[in-house]
């Protein structure tokens, strides 16, 4: 999209990706998961002169949220996260809402799986995925809250279903690349392999 700023930081202990999505043309800007600490993000964004309005999660799991508070705070930001999400927020974001940050729009796609509240977000040509996809893998299901079922429609019905020129920016460095094409991922990433629900339970249980 012209004029959308996207900057992806890694941050704390566990190789977290924290990001910033702005609009060039009227300095709006988001945050992405701040994770353990967000500072590096607020740097960031003083350097290329971005106001950060909305402080949004992929999840509720600490190592994507424990600076949220502070952080939101600290920007003066309004927290974001699907209702679902035992975080306190400010705002509390639906399967296909859209927040908007100038002429930047980031849409909110519902793909639950490793945790009930997870999501997705869509700006312009930018696929922020946490803990659902990363590059080459996806998130695990053996958690409390998580669901294989859910996570089968995520991957396979979902993302499967976005175009291929996406590029995925995912919540971890756990891959061969911090990001990736979609298209490629729906190629070479064995977890967005088509499969049906019983042939992905199974796969999901192999070690």
Partial sequence: MPGMIVRQILLGPMANFGYLVGDETTGRAAAIDP?????PLEREARRLGLAIDLALATHGHPDHVQDLERF???AGAKVGAHRLSPIRKDLELEDGQRLSLGQVTIEVLHTPGHTPDGVCYLAGDALFTGDTLFVGECGRVDLPGSDVRAMHHSLLVRLRGLPDHLTVYPGHDYGSAPAA?????KRDNHTLRPRTYEEFARFMGEP
């Fill in 181 to 185: 094409r979609l298209g490629d991922q």
């Fill in 72 to 74: 939101a705070r600290a």
């Fill in 35 to 39: 994770s353990f600490d967000g500072r």
